[in-house]
């Protein structure tokens, strides 16, 4: 039973991961298809992040409506941001699918598990896991 509820508690750690991954690629996909600025905004304190579109189209945005908020512990209430390895957390895509700024956002567990994901400007992202 215990190596099975390891394996479950790094499970949901990649989940979390693959989740906020797939986000990025639908917010990029949506961003070409509108011409339309989109946002990933996370929130360090409270282990969420928020999607969000632009009012109008093309550039600059004149304000931001609001998607979807999106908490890490709807996959597991361990699964936390990690702070040391997240470097941005303002993500913004350009009507034709660019990210600006590329990042690295950072995940752990109570296992000490981590996960890292690495978004490039042309808005593709990279998953790596290092599990325990």
């Not at 390891?6 to 990029?28: G, H, P, V």
């Not at 905004?41 to 004149?62: E, K, V």
């Not at 931001?64 to 361990?78: E, P």
């Not at 993500?91 to 950072?106: E, K, M, N, V």
Request: glycine share 6%; hydrophobic share 35%; net charge positive.
């Amino acid at each position: 039973y215990p190596s099975f509820q390891q394996y479950a508690i790094n499970n949901n750690l990649k989940a979390a991961t693959r989740d906020l991954a797939s986000d990025f690629a639908n917010m990029k996909e949506r961003s070409i298809a509108e011409y339309r600025m989109h946002r990933i905004t996370l929130n360090l304190g409270t282990n969420s992040y928020t999607l969000q579109q632009c009012n109008n189209q093309g550039a600059p945005c004149n304000g931001w409506n609001q998607l979807f908020v999106k908490n890490l512990s709807a996959n597991a209430a361990d699964i936390r941001f990690d702070a040391g390895t997240t470097n941005q957390v303002d993500f913004f895509f350009q009507g034709r699918g660019t990210l600006t700024p590329a990042g690295t956002i950072g995940f752990t567990n109570s296992r000490n598990s981590t996960a890292r994901i690495t978004i490039n400007i042309t808005g593709r992202s990279s998953v790596q896991f290092n599990l325990q």
